[in-house]
């Protein structure tokens, strides 16, 4: 019975002494990484596992950087961490070291971490919470379901091999060129109030950028409805030398049937916004006119009611050159028929541009309720002077479209 009792205390202690041995201060525990591509993102997607050590959740760190758009390069001599971010700032660290240097605009900031990078089973892990908000991103733990959701604070594209960056906290705005050059253009006002108060049911990306004659910015930013094909655009202008900026917000979700275009010509551009258009000096990045598109139409059609005007569903922009304005809209009846109507500003004429190029045989391919072929639309291109330049596109049976330029001269 002693020699009994004796194994089993021998037993005992053997495995106290391996689990007091094998375990850290605090049990490593799985838990669950999710990321949103902004804070009024519905959808989080899972990227993968972390694992919690001491209070602190660590991740592999190629994984982090790349989701969260930054290129990350490891040097093994000096067991360096050297990451660019999407805004083009530098961050430095090194394992078994606490300090992070952050290099952007040539100014350099060190920060303290309260633990180390380290290299776990062949590959390099870092604190989550640290690193992701470094990366431009806000970081949220859900105790009861033991998750961390990871939020984008910023928006990026790469359009034309050149890449944009819109940080969302700062308002600042950045271009990449292919050069890997990056530039700081100015800040776009207003921006972060706009995606603060937005509906949390959106998913939002950098569609275009469009430099000017004098080097400014227009972005175009499309605001996707998630579960709908409806959207929103927000445009954005910025002069980098008067450090100035425009947002214009258009006003109706909308499924695309219309369009809400800016207009440049030479150093004045055309923003549209709500119900109005915006005329901008592009010189001196101030606002010089005011145009509510939608009361032209509607003195317009009051004298030449080609339209009833409560049929009107949605109304667009396309061009302005102060005398005269392209519009363009949908009716209730006909929701995915787009219309063109020019009007003349100083007179309040208007002209019914379909009636102008359709011919009378194919209107019944251009007005309708659906997509059936053949169906035939106009999509607006560009002008010069006294001249609005469309594509007539016509789908046949195959839908394939058959594209055909043509141009209307007005005085």
């Not at 990484?33 to 990227?47: E, F, G, L, S």
């Not at 660290?93 to 920060?111: A, H, R």
Request: a neutral charge; hydrophobic letters at 35%; glycine letters at 2%.
């Amino acid at each position: 019975m002693k020699k009994y009792s004796l194994m089993v205390f021998l037993v005992s202690s053997m495995m106290v002494l391996v689990f007091l041995l094998s375990s850290p201060s605090e049990a490593i525990t799985k838990i669950s990484i999710q990321t949103k591509n902004n804070p009024w993102d519905n959808n989080p997607q899972t990227i993968a596992s972390g694992e919690t050590e001491n209070g602190r959740v660590f991740v592999p760190m190629r994984l982090l950087f790349e989701t969260y758009d930054a290129t990350v390069d490891w040097q093994p001599s000096t067991k360096t961490i050297m990451a660019e971010r999407c805004d083009g700032a530098i961050l430095k660290m090194s394992l078994g070291s606490k300090i992070v240097s952050i290099t952007q605009n040539n100014k350099t900031t060190n920060i303290t971490m309260d633990v180390v990078p380290k290299v776990k089973f062949g590959k390099t892990i870092v604190p989550l919470r640290f690193v992701a908000e470094n990366l431009l991103c806000d970081v949220q733990w859900v105790e009861k379901e033991r998750k961390v959701i990871i939020i984008k604070e910023y928006l990026t594209s790469t359009i034309d091999k050149n890449q944009y960056t819109i940080n969302l906290k700062t308002e600042d705005y950045y271009s990449k060129s292919g050069d890997n050059n990056f530039e700081l253009i100015g800040k776009i006002r207003g921006i972060k109030n706009y995606f603060t108060t937005i509906s949390n049911n959106y998913s939002s990306n950098i569609m275009k950028v469009e430099k000017t004659t004098n080097g400014n910015h227009i972005i175009n930013i499309n605001i996707d409805i998630f579960d709908s094909s409806m959207y929103r655009q927000l445009k954005a202008y910025i002069n980098a030398k008067h450090q100035s900026s425009q947002l214009a917000i258009t006003k109706h979700e909308y499924n695309g049937s219309v369009d809400y275009y800016y207009y440049i010509n030479n150093n004045n551009i055309w923003l549209p916004e709500e119900d109005q258009v915006l005329k901008i000096d592009d010189v001196a990045g101030e606002i010089v006119n005011i145009y509510n598109y939608k009361d032209n139409l509607e003195k317009c059609l009051a004298t030449n009611p080609f339209v009833d005007i409560n049929e009107i569903d949605r109304i667009g922009f396309n061009f302005c050159d102060d005398t005269n304005m392209l519009l363009c809209f949908t009716k209730k009846s006909t929701f995915n028929t787009v219309y063109f109507v020019l009007i003349n500003l100083k007179t309040n004429q208007s002209t019914d541009l379909i009636a102008k190029l359709i011919p009378a045989e194919e209107i019944k391919y251009f007005i309708r309720k659906d997509h059936v072929s053949p169906y035939y639309y106009l999509q607006f291109l560009n002008a010069d002077t006294n001249k609005l330049y469309f594509n007539y596109v016509k789908y046949n049976e195959l839908s394939q479209p058959l594209l055909n330029p043509i141009a209307y001269q007005y005085q």
